[in-house]
T-cell receptor, first 114, second 115 residues
Framework: DADVTQTPRNRITKTGKRIMLECSQTKGHDRMYWYRQDPGLGLRLIYY???????NKGEISDGYSVSRQAQAKFSLSLESAIPNQTALYFC?????????????FGPGTRLTVL | DAKTTQPNSMESNEEEPVHLPCNHSTISGTDYIHWYRQLPSQGPEYVIHGLTSNVNNRMASLAIAEDRKSSTLILHRATLRDAAVYYC????????????????FGQGTILTVHP
């Protein structure tokens, strides 16, 4: 079983709809992240959480919100989706107790906003 | 955030070594050099990291310049499965810093491996 899972894997929605992307992990890591990737570009950080009570904005948080329901779950919401939020979204986790603080990524969610 | 500069693309033949360069002239003393790669239709995966000394693991080697302003990821024998986008990233290791623990991805280097 995958250590970091994302649901749904693909989603097509319409402008103005509320969308939630979910991320679950079985690695026991405290830190979780949400990134988006646009075609031909690297990943950009949307939000990150260093523990259940800690939520921080990344470089492109406008139009997004997050919820850290438990250590293992971190959800990303688009309150009112718009076409330029069409992108590939990745969740990641890391363990600060490990010196490398390596990030482990999920398989991604492809979101299309019409 | 400290930035990195990588070539947009590189090509290699299968079973030949590949040297992927990265420039990071504004690196600070607490920045770790990380490499991730992203295979087609997958999330990024960790490859290797280092601070000052050269590093080896089962996937690759990392050669770090003495002044730390550049580094090179070395794949000793490229395979078709190594075709991916390779990202060189500086990670702030200063626990008191505002960017501590975060990764900032650039556009990376697209590596094509020919049979």
């Amino acid at each position: 079983d995958a250590d970091v899972t994302q649901t749904p894997r693909n989603r097509i929605t319409k402008t103005g709809k509320r969308i939630m992307l979910e991320c679950s992990q079985t690695k026991g890591h405290d830190r979780m992240y949400w990134y988006r990737q646009d075609p031909g570009l690297g990943l950009r950080l949307i939000y990150y959480s260093f523990d259940v009570k800690d939520i921080n904005k990344g470089e492109i948080s406008d139009g997004y919100s997050v919820s850290r329901q438990a250590q293992a779950k971190f959800s990303l919401s688009l309150e009112s989706a718009i076409p330029n939020q069409t992108a590939l979204y990745f969740c990641a986790t890391s363990d600060p107790g490990v010196r490398t603080d390596t990030q482990y990524f999920g398989p991604g969610t492809r979101l299309t906003v019409l | 955030d400290a930035k990195t500069t990588q070539p947009n693309s590189m090509e290699s033949n299968e079973e030949e070594p590949v040297h992927l360069p990265c420039n990071h002239s504004t690196i600070s003393g607490t920045d770790y050099i990380h490499w991730y790669r992203q295979l087609p239709s997958q999330g990024p995966e960790y490859v290797i990291h280092g601070l000052t000394s050269n590093v080896n693991n089962r996937m690759a080697s990392l050669a770090i310049a003495e002044d730390r302003k550049s580094s090179t990821l070395i794949l000793h024998r490229a395979t078709l499965r190594d075709a991916a986008v390779y990202y060189c990233i500086l990670r702030d290791g200063d626990a008191g810093g505002t960017s501590y623990g975060k990764l900032t991805f650039g556009q990376g280097t697209i590596l094509t491996v020919h049979p």
